[in-house]
C-alpha cells in the first residue's frame, strides 16, 4: 500500500479531532464541550447516515445482487454480536459484554469512507448501493445489543422477563427509530429529497463528524486505563475480532458472488466497530455499561488497525481468493 495513502487516511481531520480530545485530557487543559451537545452531535450523525442510505439505495433500485448484499450485511449485523458477546462474556459482565459486542457488530463511517478511497487509488469500481448496507447494518447490532442486555442483565426482583417489552425498546430506541425512519425519508423522497436536504446532511457533515469524535477522545481517555483492568484480553479482541469478521464477510462475498470492489467494502463494514450510532445509543440505553471500554477499544484500538493494516490485508485476502 502507498506510503502517501497510509499517511493521508491517518491525517483525516475528524480522526485528528479524536486525539485532540485525548490530549486534552491528558494534558489537563480546561477544554468542555456542553453535555447537550454530544447528544445533539449523535442524532444529527444517525439522521445523516441514514438519509444517505436511503437515497443511495432509491438510485440504485433493487435487484437480485442488491438485495443479496443487503440482506448479507443485515445478517453479519445480527451475528457478529450475537458470537461476539458470548466471547466477550467469559471476562466481562454483561452489560459491558452486550455493549462492546454491538460496537464490533455495527461499523465505522470513516472506515468506509477510507476503504473508498483505497479503492479510488487502485483504480476499483464498486456501487452507490454499498451506503445502504453502511446505513443497514447500524441498527440490527444495537437492537440485539439490547437485547442481549434485557436477557442477560441482572434481573429485578420478583420480575418476569418480557420479550415483547424487550422488542418493543429495541425497536423503537431512540438511536434505531431515527436512523431507520431517515433511510426510510431517503428512499420515498429519492433525489428531490436528497437536492433540499444535501446541504444540511452532507456539507456540515464532518464538522459535526470532528466535534463528536473531539468529545469521544475526551471521554476515552479519561477512562482509557480501564482497559488495562482486563489485562491483553480485550486488546487482543480488538484486533483479531475485526480480523476475524473481515475473513467471514469476504468469504459471504464470494458466495453470493459480489463484485471485487463491493466486496472490500463489505469486508470493512464486517471488520469495523462504530463509534457513533452504537456509543450513543449505548450511553442512553445501557449506563451500566463503561463507555471508555467500547468507545476507546473501537476508536483507540480497532480504527487505527483497520485504517492502516486492515484495509490492504483484507484487499490481499479478497485477491487471494479470486474474487
Known amino acids: 500500500m502507498n506510503s502517501s495513502l497510509i499517511l493521508s487516511n491517518i491525517l483525516n481531520p475528524p480522526v485528528l479531532f479524536f486525539f485532540v480530545g485525548m490530549l486534552a485530557i491528558f494534558l489537563k487543559s480546561d477544554l468542555e464541550i456542553p453535555q447537550p451537545l454530544p447528544k445533539l452531535f449523535s442524532l444529527y450523525l444517525l439522521f445523516a447516515i441514514g438519509f444517505k442510505g436511503g437515497y443511495e439505495l432509491d438510485e440504485s433500485g433493487i435487484n437480485p445482487q442488491v438485495a443479496l448484499t443487503l440482506i448479507a450485511a443485515i445478517i453479519m449485523a445480527c451475528v457478529v454480536p450475537i458470537y461476539s458477546f458470548f466471547i466477550l462474556k467469559t471476562k466481562l459482565d454483561a452489560y459491558n459484554a452486550a455493549a462492546i ?8 463511517a470513516v472506515t468506509f469512507i477510507t476503504a473508498q478511497s483505497f479503492l479510488k487509488v487502485l483504480d476499483i469500481t464498486s456501487d452507490g448501493y454499498m451506503v445502504a448496507a453502511l446505513a443497514l447494518m447500524e441498527s440490527p447490532a444495537i437492537i440485539v445489543g439490547i437485547v442481549l442486555v434485557r436477557a442477560f442483565g441482572q434481573k429485578k ?9 424487550v422488542l418493543r425498546e429495541a425497536f423503537l430506541n431512540g438511536s434505531v427509530f431515527l436512523l431507520v425512519g431517515s433511510l426510510i425519508v ?11 436536504l444535501q446541504p444540511f446532511t452532507q456539507s456540515i457533515f464532518y464538522g459535526v463528524l470532528a466535534f463528536f469524535l473531539l468529545d469521544m477522545g ?12 482486563t489485562g491483553s484480553f480485550l486488546i487482543i479482541f480488538s484486533v483479531f475480532m475485526p480480523v476475524g469478521n473481515a475473513i467471514l464477510g469476504i468469504i459471504i462475498a464470494k458466495l453470493i458472488g459480489i463484485p471485487q470492489g463491493n466486496a472490500l467494502l463489505f469486508a470493512v463494514l464486517c471488520a469495523s466497530a462504530s463509534y457513533i450510532a452504537v456509543p450513543a445509543a ?7 455499561a463503561n463507555p471508555s471500554l467500547y468507545i476507546s477499544m473501537a476508536l483507540a484500538l480497532t480504527f487505527p488497525f483497520n485504517i492502516i493494516v486492515g484495509i490492504p490485508l483484507y484487499m490481499n485476502i479478497i485477491k487471494a481468493m479470486k474474487i
Open 101 to 108: 459486542a454491538a460496537t464490533y457488530g455495527s461499523i465505522s
Open 157 to 165: 426482583e420478583g420480575g418476569e422477563f418480557s420479550w415483547s417489552e
Open 186 to 196: 431517503g428512499i420515498l423522497t429519492g433525489q428531490k429529497g436528497w437536492e433540499k
Open 218 to 229: 475526551m471521554v476515552a481517555a479519561k477512562r482509557i486505563l480501564d482497559i488495562r483492568k
Open 282 to 288: 449505548m450511553r442512553m440505553t445501557v449506563p451500566e
